[in-house]
């Protein structure tokens, strides 16, 4: 925090704009509160950038994570089991990623293979392979294009991905906790 004026700033804003309120109490909840809304916002955004870069260069109407979902199904261009695409994702809302899978799989994305005794596994398709290319290409030139001359930001974005995969965890073992502290 730094004085100017009459005011005190925190992170460039006047602390008039910073009112407390139910998640608020003291300056940490201040400042964790901030990050949370703006990993938020950066979420809905990321999700808008996924689905209309997709859109660009496929017809596919897809969201965010569908999008997400195509790529780590690409993602060292192996076939992943639905655990696997659970656990890379961090999600266990199962029927909604089998619902994604079906829409990629319908849309000549992704291909589903082997039987429910043997594994079943699912990987990009020819024209998935060239999607997820051309998404590659698009987003070097918007995306990589606008960060990449911006300095000291390679170094920035190793700090928060270092940073969210910290908080990853502790939102992990914080739900672990409440959920053994659930109401009946």
């Not at 704009?17 to 300056?27: E, G, P, S, T, V």
């Not at 961090?90 to 994604?100: A, E, T, W």
Request: glycine share 8%; net charge neutral.
């Amino acid at each position: 925090m730094e004085k100017k004026g009459s005011t005190v700033q925190r992170h460039g804003q006047d602390s008039s704009f910073n009112q407390r309120w139910h998640l608020a109490q003291d300056d940490t909840e201040v400042d964790f509160t901030e990050l949370e809304f703006a990993l938020m916002r950066c979420f809905e955004g990321f999700g808008r950038w996924q689905s209309e870069c997709l859109a660009s260069v496929s017809a596919l109407a897809a969201t965010g994570p569908e999008n997400a979902l195509l790529h780590i199904i690409r993602m060292n261009d192996r076939p992943k089991s639905i655990k696997e695409l659970a656990r890379l994702t961090n999600r266990d809302d199962v029927p909604n990623i089998q619902y994604s899978l079906r829409k990629l799989i319908g849309a000549g994305l992704v291909l589903r293979e082997g039987s429910g005794r043997s594994g079943v596994t699912y990987q990009v398709t020819e024209e998935g392979r060239r999607v997820t290319d051309e998404f590659g290409m698009l987003r070097r030139r918007l995306l990589i294009a606008a960060i990449e001359n911006l300095p000291g930001m390679t170094d920035r974005l190793a700090e928060a991905t270092r940073t969210l995969n910290l908080l990853s965890g502790i939102y992990e073992e914080v739900a672990r906790t409440a959920a053994t502290h659930r109401r009946s």
